[in-house]
């Protein structure tokens, strides 16, 4: 599968969830929580309950009608490349991205009208990418079978070498 399948496979997944999507906006307590789980995925993203964990934040995401993530699969195509589940921990740092940028967006508010390809985008996915590094990094730290891999090596070369913002402004 192609990365922007994959990505529409899960855009697919989510839209069917959609449909759940409540009216009541996002209350200050539950931003406080997907803050902290957040950067708790960060830190344990297999740890023993980063599956609810995430699949809270997840869930919570989507039905949030204030808070909009946006999906760009060009900013984690080395997660993506290939076929399905090559990297063994893809679903986490996917996860991790929109968890990162929701957590930019709850930290930088947008204006009501901001138009899409607005000069915060760039810091959108990278809040996004930053924070799967930074779960990378922790999987990878964890000792986990199958976690290092190469093209994230590549995308950690760059963010400590200072050339992470010309990947992402290329991406």
């Known amino acids: 599968m192609r990365p922007r399948v994959i990505v529409a ?12 999507t409540r009216d009541n906006p996002s209350t200050p307590e539950e931003r406080a ?18 599956t609810q964990e995430r699949s809270w934040l997840t869930k919570w995401i989507i039905e949030i009608p204030d808070i909009s993530v946006p999906v760009c699969d060009e900013v984690l195509k080395p997660v993506l490349q290939g076929e399905v589940g090559q990297y063994r921990y893809s679903k986490e740092l996917v996860a991790q991205d929109m968890a990162g ?3 930019y967006l709850i930290q930088h508010p947008q204006p009501k009208n901001a138009d899409e390809g607005n000069e915060d985008d760039y810091n959108i996915n990278k809040a996004g990418l ?3 590094l930074n779960a990378y ?12 891999w190469g093209p994230l090596e590549e995308l950690l ?6 050339q992470l913002d010309d990947y992402l402004k290329a991406a």
């Open 157 to 162: 070369k760059k963010r400590k070498t200072g």
């Open 137 to 148: 990094e922790s999987i990878v730290k964890s000792g986990a079978k199958g976690a290092k």
């Open 101 to 103: 940028e929701m957590a």
């Open 33 to 50: 929580r997907a803050l902290q789980v957040t950067r708790k995925l960060e830190q344990q993203p297999l740890g023993q309950q980063a």
């Open 9 to 20: 496979v899960f855009v697919f997944l989510a839209a069917g969830l959609w449909a759940q």
């Open 130 to 132: 930053d924070s799967a």
